[in-house]
């Protein structure tokens, strides 16, 4: 069972460079999202996509692009590094019905942005 | 928008209990998760209320208040893998998830 995958595991990445974290999950779940985690901050929401074709702006969006073609695939992609990017970025999924649906977490990429 | 609040640090004993807090003020609630969070790993869930009241799963419990917009992680029996932090996270009526900046526990021998 792989569930969500990340790609990269971790970058280090010049200021100013374009870079696409991919992310990848096997569940069929119609939501995904995007996350950063910084210290002292805990996880902000970047974008969601509530199903295949749609996104949205989360609590952090700001520099960052993202886009659905399919179910399976969300990339997440910084069109022009800066430092203050330097983060874990974590990706999720969910089912997106109804109850409890519980996010599920990929594994995260560990981004520094020199 | 939602503001979640939460301990950043507890400590305990091995086979102790330990009880992580989580006050919330929200503008939507449609349920309040747990997440564990080893380092440098990935968040995996918990525990889930939508109502008022305690939910049990072995070893760990959860409590909602909605009136007091205030929830509690009851951790039993602590054992060395417990350590880690702990997510209390907020879903408002998009069904999005907001988190507080999550409590570390040290469980000490």
């Known amino acids: 069972i792989a569930g969500i995958t990340q790609a990269p595991t971790s970058q280090i990445l010049a200021a100013g460079r374009r870079m696409t974290l991919r992310c990848t999950q096997d569940?069929?779940?119609?939501?995904m999202y995007w996350y950063r985690q910084d210290l002292g901050l805990g996880l902000r929401l970047i974008h969601y996509?509530?199903?295949?074709?749609?996104?949205g702006k989360g609590e952090v969006p700001d520099g960052y692009s993202v886009s659905r073609a399919n179910t399976d695939d969300f990339p997440l992609t910084l069109a022009s590094a800066v430092p203050s990017q330097t983060s874990v970025y974590f990706c999720a999924s969910s089912d997106g019905t109804s109850g409890a649906d519980t996010q599920y977490f990929g594994p995260g990429t560990r981004l520094t942005v020199l | 928008g939602q503001n979640i609040d939460q301990p950043t640090e507890m400590t305990a004993t091995e086979g102790a209990i330990v009880q992580i807090n989580c006050t919330y003020q929200t503008s939507g609630f449609n349920g309040l998760f747990w997440y564990q969070q080893h380092a440098g790993e990935a968040p995996t869930f918990l525990s889930y209320?939508?109502?008022?009241g305690l939910e049990e799963k072995g070893r760990f419990s959860s409590f909602l208040s909605r009136s007091k917009g205030y929830s509690y992680l009851l951790l039993k029996e602590l054992q060395m893998k417990d350590s880690a932090s702990y997510l209390c996270a907020v879903r408002d009526n998009d069904y999005k998830l907001s988190f507080g900046a999550g409590t570390t526990v040290t469980v000490r021998a």
């Open positions: 996509s509530n199903t295949a074709g749609t996104t």
């Open positions: 569940m069929r779940h119609n939501a």
């Open positions: 209320n939508v109502l008022d």
